[in-house]
């Protein structure tokens, strides 16, 4: 990526979704296939992992997403491409953290 949305503020790659979360990133996802796209605030797709137990480096996480609407329409799992960014994400996300849970994660990365 070109516009270093993927970069942290010491010009390091992001490599996992709890530090798009923590640099307040947005994962955009497109599908190859239909052209839909949908756009999560990394904070709530990092609880999302978090809570399920699931590894959250950015290659393995991006191979648990797939297009909803390849899936209803051809019953077939399509993998969209994914972009870290700096966007507006979509109104519907899923749950975010309580606040403690938040704050102790902020806490835990500035120390």
């Not at 979704?17 to 797709?45: E, K, W, Y």
Request: glycine share 4%; charged share 35%.
């Amino acid at each position: 990526m070109a516009n270093g949305d993927d970069l942290d503020h010491a010009d390091r790659r992001l490599r996992t979704l709890q530090h798009c979360a923590l640099h307040r990133r947005t994962i955009r996802l497109t599908c190859p296939i239909c052209g839909h796209v949908r756009s999560f605030d990394a904070v709530a797709l990092w609880w999302m992992y978090e809570r399920r137990g699931w590894d959250d480096c950015l290659p393995g996480a991006y191979r648990r997403m797939y297009c909803t609407g390849c899936k209803a329409k051809r019953d077939a799992v399509v993998r969209p491409r994914a972009e870290i960014t700096r966007d507006r994400p979509d109104d519907r996300q899923p749950p975010y953290p309580d606040e403690a849970t938040w704050k102790r994660l902020v806490s835990r990365y500035r120390s």
